[in-house]
């Protein structure tokens, strides 16, 4: 036997619609939507603006090159973030490494990032990790080192 569907009620067909939509609006921020976490920069394009020598990618989104303006240990290129937007973005790059002998070695080395702290760095600006630290190998081709806080700073908002 054959049996024949009948059509939904329109009312109840507009309300399945809005409840889902309601659904959907309450559970997208708790994901990090797009509209937040491309908004979320690296500590405060302020963070070397005392310091000698400038820097890069600071007090922006998704940096691929950070530069504290200083030697080539605090140049980092080559990043890719995953979980931005979250409360811990982890970015992985190059780094240039001092040979314990003095100077640096040749060729650079994988260096892990870690920025947390999300908050405000001054009043009316963006949404930013207010603190990164890294670890990195002693020497190439070496073990991943512990974690060390970027520049020595408490806070990527401001050189301290």
């Known amino acids: 036997m054959i ?3 009948g059509r939904s009620h329109p009312r109840a067909v507009v309300s399945g619609l809005a409840a889902l ?17 491309h908004k979320l920069v690296l500590g405060s394009k302020y ?15 998704r940096p691929k090159t950070i530069f504290n303006g200083g030697d080539p240990s605090g140049y980092v ?8 937007g979250g409360k811990t973005a982890i970015g992985y790059g190059r780094n240039w490494i001092f040979k314990p002998t003095g ?3 040749s060729s650079p080395v994988t260096i892990e990032l870690k920025a947390v702290n999300v908050g405000l760095c001054y ?16 020497r190439p081709g ?13 806070t990527i908002c401001k050189w301290q």
């Not at 939509?21 to 976490?37: C, E, I, N, R, V």
């Not at 963070?47 to 989104?61: D, E, H, K, M, S």
């Not at 009316?124 to 207010?130: E, Q, W």
């Not at 080192?145 to 970027?150: D, E, K, L, Q, T």
């Open 3 to 5: 049996r024949r569907l």
């Open 123 to 138: 009043r009316g600006g963006p949404p930013a990790y207010r603190r990164l630290v890294a670890r990195e190998p002693s």
């Open 142 to 154: 070496g073990r991943m080192g512990a974690w060390f806080v970027w520049g020595d700073q408490k």
């Open 21 to 37: 939509a309601l659904l959907a609006s309450t559970a997208l921020p708790q994901l990090g939507d797009a509209s937040t976490s």
């Open 103 to 105: 100077g640096y070695y």
């Open 77 to 84: 290129t080559k990043i890719t973030w995953t979980a931005w």
């Open 47 to 61: 963070f070397l603006a005392r310091v000698g020598g400038g820097g890069i990618g600071w007090g922006t989104t």
